[in-house]
Nanobody, 114 residues
Framework: QVQLVESGGGLVQPGGSLRLFCAAS????????MGWYRQAPGKQREWVAV??????TRYADSVKGRFTISRDNANNTYLHLNNSKPEDTAVYFC?????????WGQGTQVTVSS
């Protein structure tokens, strides 16, 4: 079973930066895509960024130019939040899509507040 664990969340001032980390483990034969989602209180889960198997990255308009997604050779995923805004406050989830389905981590809380 594939397991994902997010970390790196916390409290940050508006304009500040955080780097989120997603550790992947388990039986991963092939990855179609690795990405990040977020869910704010009272709102639906929102797609944020993706890193696909071809090496392409893509971002939601709300974070484009501020967030950066990356990955390493161990299939871990990172999300660098730069110039954060109060509307970035949410629980952030990493996601892997494989031939056997999609997998989610437990989420890490990011709070942007002055």
């Amino acid at each position: 079973q594939v397991q994902l664990v997010e970390s790196g969340g916390g409290l940050v001032q508006p304009g500040g930066s955080l780097r989120l980390f997603c550790a992947a483990s388990g039986s991963i034969s092939k990855i179609y895509a690795m990405g990040w989602y977020r869910q704010a209180p009272g709102k639906q889960r929102e797609w944020v960024a993706v890193f696909d198997s071809a090496g392409n990255t893509r971002y939601a308009d709300s974070v484009k130019g501020r967030f950066t997604i990356s990955r390493d050779n161990a299939n871990n995923t990172y999300l660098h939040l730069n110039n954060s805004k109060p509307e970035d406050t949410a629980v952030y989830f990493c996601n892997l899509v494989t031939p056997r389905g999609g997998y989610w981590g437990q989420g890490t809380q990011v709070t942007v507040s002055s």
